[in-house]
């Protein structure tokens, strides 16, 4: 039986990220709640990476607070996240899959069938017992999505699953991912691309050198953007 | 996955067992002997042996090392029965307690191996002193096999004793001293066609002659004795003494001595069983 | 040459004496390779996962041991199992288990540093996701060696082949036997020393076909499973 606890709303306080007297994070204070996808968009090296990282729990705080839900430890049963090198483990599509339900403690009788479910959602039906260091970049990208899905989350946090894909395979993402959120699951992802945030979001956060510069619903950002940074990078400034 | 591993370990533990079982189960009648590697060489276990296991049922294992080395092998309790050439040293043996009893078995005899060349000119000399000392000033080149083997004892004693040569003294780059068996001293002087004293035993089943050929032999100072002696129980418990006791009064029985007086090799006799020679 | 052609007739009319020295060495270096492996695949595994204080010396020393003369590991087991040492009493000396031991000791370096390096290496690739998972430590354990098996396998091949071609170890402990410890490696440095030569090549020409034959298998082996795991 899964935890009926909910991840959401996930709250960020104050929190920050040093690595070597560098401020990765700075004071990020940001509330994730349910509904339509959030994006992150920023320059390079702004912290998206991190942030994600660190709200799906995989990098601890050096101050400030997190809370998944209001509270502290949660476990991160119903959270799973895509990076934006997937790694494919040595093993066929479905294996992965089988591997990724596993982990998430689904029974191993249910396991084969849930995985070809998986498979289809993404479209990689056909590749099922191919091994998985031998799809293409898109397809991998499709397979970790699965993956992440496997775990059956309330919360899917993507890191720029599009950045290396051309428009055909961000396509298919991209269908996937609004697919997976018309259904209740909350998106937070992190994108390079000005047009896909448009598309997607739901709300824009914008991080610039490790600081919260924006968190401003979709259509808005983009029309009258609040801050210097936000309409710089709007206009397509490089912001440095 | 996990099982798989599983299963590779139990294959290897039940692989150890099962040849820890099958050696328990060898251990039951046998003995181990540490011998010579000229012994060994020769062939004579491979005659003789068989017949003792037929007799008895009792397995022998020769462990072949040189005579300093096989006599320590008795000293660590190692082996059950120490055989070797080195009266002195088997006295001195007897005298610190390790073994119990020390029985002439046989005796072989030592040869002056050379070249057919000869640059020394020692050829069918009668006198083995006078032989090394006209090798020491040629000068010409010598293997010694340096592992405190009976073989280099008795070489020793040839300089020094017989040739009045102090040999660590006085030796120089024509004498090598390689620190290992007999075989490998043939080999060395086979290829550098040197001279070398080997015991005949080795030298008749010796295959990689090359040019060399016994050149001075006959000599009684050449003369070989074997002794064998039980290793003392009462310092080590281990010892297997009946079935020890059992191998020494085979060999110095006349069934045993009629044994290795019959080895031979191409016809020719190796070793002459001499038990009842009391001064032996 | 004489030698060579009986070593060849003994080949092929399987003559027992022969045989029973192949089957020696075979059991004696398998045996110690799959017990080196059982202590050396998990030590690998654990140094490459786990940081502790040392980690980096341990690591140098693993290396370094990896080159251990096969005799001095030989005159180490001796002095251990002979009757007056301090484990003479297991009575092990002289007998195929002492050769085993002498060789698991020789190997287990060789495949724990090996395995390290593998593991290590595959470990940074799979990290981001194993952690994403919450897969738990043991788990994250056998995942990446059973992932890793291919080149794992390699690994073992390197250790088997070591244990195979010494000498210097076994024929300490071992005695070199007739019938009991006697293997194709020892046999061969008695023939040579008997001055057989050609018999001693013709011993050497099997045990290499032997080797030859076992990497060629499990080069086959490992060829069909990368299709399968890609």
Redesign the interface.
Known sequence: MRAPASDLPLVLTNASVMRRDVAILDSITLTIAPGPPTILIGPNGSGKTTLLRVA?G?IPLSSGSISWGGRENA???RR??T?QR???????ASANLR??LG??RVPRVQRHKRAAELLTMVGLDALAS?????LSGGEQQRLALA??LA?DPAVLFLDEPTASLDPYATKAIEDIVQAVSARGVKIVMSTHDLGQARRLAGDVVMLHRGRLVENTPSPEFFLTPRTEEARKFVVGELLV | MLTRRFLMVAAAAGTVIAAAASAAAQEEKSIVVSSTTSTQDSGLFGHILPLFKQKTGIDVKVVAQGTGQALDTGRRGDADVVFVHAKSAEEKFIAEGEGVKRYPVMYNDFVLIGPKSDPAGIKGMSDVAKALQTIKEKQAPFISRGDRSGTHIAELALWNKDAGIDIEKDKGPWYKSIGQGMGAALNTAAASNAYVLSDRGTWLSFKNKGDLQILVEGDKRLFNQYGVMLVNPAKHPNVKKDLGRQFIDWLVSPEGQKAIADYKINGEQLFYSNANDTSA | MAGEESALQLVLTADPALWAIVRLSLLVSLTAVLLAAAIGVPAGAFLALTRFRGREATIVILNALMGLPPVVVGLAIFLLLSRSGPLGSWGLLFTPQAMVIAQTVLVAPIIAALTRQIIEDLWVEYRDELAAMNVGALWRVTTLIWDARFSLVTVLLAGFGRAAAEVGAIIVVGGNIEGFTRTMTTAIALETSKGDLPLAIGLGVVLMSIVVLINALAWGMRRAGERYAG
Do not use: T
């Open positions: 799906m995989l476990s991160s049963e799973a996240i990076f997937p790694a494919m483990l040595r093993r066929s591997y990724a982990a998430a191919r091994p998985a260091r031998r993956r992440a775990r």
